[in-house]
């Protein structure tokens, strides 16, 4: 992966999810990069900044691909 690629990521987050913004995003992909692949969307909570509320706030808007 790229730096466009990162960015696109980021931005991604950004727009698609509720209370995720610019530290939040690179968090999760600073995550994924280091840890590889969300196993299920309650890996999220492994993400510093990520609590049980936002997460079941973007739980609809969340999948594992």
């Given at each position: ?7 696109g990521a ?9 209370g995720?913004?610019?530290v939040?995003?690179?968090s999760?992909?600073d995550?994924r990069a280091?840890?590889?692949p969300?196993?299920?969307v309650?890996?999220l ?5 990520i ?7 973007n739980?609809d808007?969340l999948?594992?691909?």
């Open positions: 992966g790229g730096r466009p690629q990162y960015l980021l931005q991604t987050l950004e727009r698609e999810l509720l995720i913004g610019k939040k995003a690179a999760i992909v995550h280091a840890n590889g969300f196993a299920s309650d890996d909570l492994e993400v510093k900044g609590g049980a509320a936002i997460l079941e706030k739980r808007r999948s594992i691909n």
